[in-house]
């Protein structure tokens, strides 16, 4: 599968219809996959509330558009911020295990390229602020 300029905006398309402002689309074969790739579109004023993922880390990497992406310690304080924008040279960010974090979105059209361990694991409430 070809990721391209119209993959994008057809995925921006229907972020920016969707009730949660965001709109995956998975390359991985399933839920139990031991790779979790996705392409995520995200728009400005979606909601990522802070979580944390204590079986994997994650990855991100802008394609296009630009993200706060914001670590938070055990109290929910603010412990670092990544202003992540290709324009800017500033591409990704590696999410270590079990940290607490969140994102703001700056920019329509924002898509990351997104890389979790696998299989699936739903956030429970324990793993949500």
Known sequence: MLIDENMLDTLSG????????????????GAESKSQRLLNALEVGTVVPQHR???TGETYIVLR???????????GEISATFLLNPQEGVYGVDIPQGQWH???????????FEVKDGPYTPLCGEDIR
């Open 14 to 29: 229907k972020a920016r219809t969707s009730e949660r402002l965001r709109m995956n689309l998975n390359f991985h074969s």
């Open 53 to 55: 993922h204590r079986a």
């Open 65 to 75: 558009g630009a993200l706060n992406v914001f670590f938070h310690d055990e109290q």
């Open 102 to 112: 969140s994102l703001e979105v700056l920019e329509q059209g924002t898509t990351i």
